[in-house]
């Protein structure tokens, strides 16, 4: 396969270093001292047209590949911010919109997801699960034209943001079925919702996560995207996706800290000379580029197979288990390369550690994904 | 609204080198838009997205400088025109005013006319004042702010330590400062659309610019040499004597100086 950059693939790298530049510092330092994302974050990113990329242009996309998305999203991940998530969140929830959904559904809901005056969610994880669909226990009750939901989902990342969500739910008329998740589209300041305060988490630092309560939340029908029973497989569709996303940023992520090893292995005099120069180090600064680069390349083949339309859940579960260790031990190389300054929040290899830690456990586990490649690999022929 | 945008390609270097004959030599260096013109766009984009209309971006120079107006068009620039032709080569501010002149006649029929107050290889500020009087329009230079009600133009004009405001009728020229606004990150629906476009090269005759005017024969600017000036080592000399001696020596050297 050619990986051979486009002029609109470097251009849309060269517009995200460009917003990465000027833009995230002010948004992440906001993010800092807040703890949360600035309210107009959404805002800023419509104005650079970075919503929607995968979606029609008569729905307010752009009509273009998800490979020009995760050119940009590797661009987010060199800063280290976690800026990025919302921004991922509205691209990918506008798309499965608009594979799953009725016309009026997806003129209803994927515009405002674009024009950022709706924050997207993405619902599965409950209090007992996330990983298990037989183990949901938020109901989805049927009442006339409408369905009434109850029951809390955790861990979920801009739930408490005005938006729509959506939210994978046990779908009581389905009791007793083998397939009884329902996916529906819920309005996030809907009567009956309300939500805890944000988790404080290892990396991922101003990130909103928190959990959200359903009581008596009445949702109309028209609001069910995909079919009913269809639940899960409008999640395992997403996730594909969103993990491949999640790795691009991980891969700037890693590919940052390798860059900020080198600067400071050049920088750093240890017995008379840059340390870099010792085999030691410029051993390790080889594995780390070796490494990153071929993150890079699992990465792109699976959003080529996903811009082909072919099957890419596999190839996507492949790339959180190939990358998520390898980049994990690259950041951890970019710490212990800086010494005790590595462990300090003086320098950014600090938060690209902590932020990479969030790739095995987020947007899947990362044993879920071997899970699927294994079962994959014993069932082909 | 009818604007104008005239862009140049700079050496993305701190350090560049010059030929025997005294010219840049460009190959090989990395390229980018002279950055107050990235301003220059943001402000007839603007502009635009006011009053409505088009921004038509021209460059002079050699063939590279489709990438300079290709990122014009990314960030939202309805039109781009290259103008690259031999014949051009070498030329001085006249000359370069000249054939960009020629283009913006040839164009036809704008409101206006906005260029960077200066670019950042040449330094020259020349151009876009030399525009104004070759094609014989108002110039509203070192523009920090800019405004229009679609019939005039008024500027914000920085004038060392204060500013005035001024104005005229269209069509005019202006020539901003990077001030003048925080130009947009490149937005991703235009970068899509920019490549579909494309860019018209026109040549000298195109523009029917007279030869005699062109290039290295028809700029007045002859060039002698180009140097970097030498840094001279610094050179210590150890005084001697006793303290009072050691002081009167160096009062003698600072007088012989002229710096006491
Ligand atoms: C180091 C150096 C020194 C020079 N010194 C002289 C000199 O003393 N006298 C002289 O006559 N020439 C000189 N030149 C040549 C001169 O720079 C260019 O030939 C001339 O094309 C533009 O002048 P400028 O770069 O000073 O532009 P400026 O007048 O500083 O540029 C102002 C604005 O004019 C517009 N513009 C300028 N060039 C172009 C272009 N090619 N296409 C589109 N828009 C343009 C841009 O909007 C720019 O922001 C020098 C060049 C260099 C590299
Ligand atoms: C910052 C952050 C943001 C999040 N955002 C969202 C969000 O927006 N939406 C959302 O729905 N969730 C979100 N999550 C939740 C996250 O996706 C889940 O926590 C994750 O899928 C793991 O679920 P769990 O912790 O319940 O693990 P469990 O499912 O309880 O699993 C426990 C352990 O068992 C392993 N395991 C489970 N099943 C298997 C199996 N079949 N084979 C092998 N191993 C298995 C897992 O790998 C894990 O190590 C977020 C979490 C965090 C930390």
């Not at chain 1, 959904?101 to 674009?114: A, M, R, T």
């Not at chain 1, 811009?307 to 790339?319: H, L, P, R």
Request: proline fraction near 5%; glycine fraction near 8%.
């Amino acid at each position: 396969m050619d990986f051979t950059l486009s002029p609109i693939n470097k251009m849309v790298i060269k517009a995200g270093k460009d917003f990465c530049e000027r833009i995230v510092p002010e948004i992440d330092a906001y993010m800092a001292e807040h703890g949360d994302y600035p309210p107009d974050l959404l805002e800023k990113y419509a104005k650079a047209r970075m919503l929607g990329f995968d979606v029609p242009k008569e729905y307010g996309g752009l009509a273009t590949t998800n490979f020009n998305l995760i050119l940009l999203i590797e661009e987010f991940g060199k800063t280290g911010s976690t800026c990025f998530l919302p921004l991922l969140m509205n691209n990918s929830v506008a798309e499965t919109i608009c594979h799953w959904g009725s016309e009026e559904v997806k003129k209803k809901f994927v515009p405002p997801l674009c024009d950022g005056s709706a924050w997207a969610t993405m619902a599965f994880t409950e209090p007992d699960t996330g990983s298990d669909p037989k183990m949901l226990t938020t109901t989805a009750t049927p009442d006339g034209d409408d369905f009434i939901i109850n029951g809390c989902k955790r861990f979920i990342s801009m739930a408490n943001k005005p938006g729509y969500g959506v939210f994978i739910c046990k779908d009581l008329s389905l009791a007793g079925q083998p397939h009884d998740s329902t996916a529906f589209i819920i309005d996030k300041k809907s009567p009956g919702i309300s939500c805890s305060g944000h988790y404080e988490l290892t990396g991922l630092d101003g990130a909103d996560t928190c959990d959200i309560y359903f009581n008596n939340v009445r949702v109309p029908k028209e609001n069910i995207l995909g079919k009913q029973g269809q639940g899960f497989n409008v999640l395992l569709r997403w996730i594909s996706g969103e993990r491949i996303q999640q790795a691009a940023g991980m891969v700037g992520v890693g590919h940052q800290a390798y860059l900020e090893a080198k600067k400071y292995s050049m920088q750093r005099i240890v017995n008379g000379m840059p340390m870099g120069y010792m085999q030691g180090f410029y051993w390790m600064l080889g594995e780390m580029k070796v490494k990153i680069d071929a993150c890079r390349l699992m990465v792109y083949n699976a959003v080529c197979k996903q811009d082909a339309g072919k099957n890419f859940d596999t190839a996507s579960a492949e790339v959180k288990v190939f990358t998520t260790p390898l980049i994990q031990e690259v950041t951890r190389m970019a710490v212990q390369f800086h010494g005790s300054y590595g462990y300090s929040k003086e320098y950014l290899v600090e938060k690209l550690f902590r932020i990479a830690m969030h790739q095995g456990v987020v947007a899947s586990s990362l044993e879920i994904n071997k899970t699927i490649v294994g079962m994959t690999a014993l069932m082909s022929k | 609204m009818k604007i104008i945008v005239t862009i140049k390609q700079v050496p993305n270097v701190t350090k560049v080198k010059w030929d025997a004959d005294g010219s840049l030599i460009r190959a090989g260096l990395p390229t980018i838009i002279n950055p107050v013109d990235k301003h220059a766009i943001e402000a007839a984009l603007e502009l635009k997205e006011k009053h409505g209309g088009e921004v038509i971006v021209i460059s002079m120079g050699p063939g590279q400088v489709e990438s300079a107006l290709r990122e014009a068009l990314c960030m939202g620039a309805d039109q781009a025109i290259q103008l690259t032709d031999r014949k051009f080569a070498g030329a001085d501010t006249w000359a370069t005013s000249y054939a960009l002149g020629c283009a913006i006649k040839k164009i036809g029929d704008y409101d206006l006319v906005i260029s960077g107050v200066e670019a950042m290889d040449g330094n020259t500020a020349q151009v876009g004042p030399q525009m104004a009087e070759f094609l014989g329009l108002p110039l509203l230079s070192y523009a920090l702010g800019i405004e229009s009600d679609g019939k005039k133009v008024q500027i914000q004009q920085k004038l060392g330590d204060f500013e005035r405001k001024i104005e005229a009728d269209f069509p005019a020229l202006v020539t901003v400062e990077k001030e003048i606004n925080e130009y947009r990150v490149t937005p991703m629906d235009k970068i899509l659309e920019a490549f579909e476009k494309e860019i018209p090269v026109w040549e000298a005759d195109d523009v029917d610019a007279e030869l005699v005017h062109l290039g290295l024969k028809g700029s007045p600017t002859k060039l002698r040499k180009v140097f970097s000036p030498k840094i001279e080592k610094g050179k210590v000399q150890m005084l001697e004597g006793t303290p009072e001696e050691i002081a009167r020596q160096v009062a003698d050297k600072l007088n012989e100086k002229f710096l006491i």
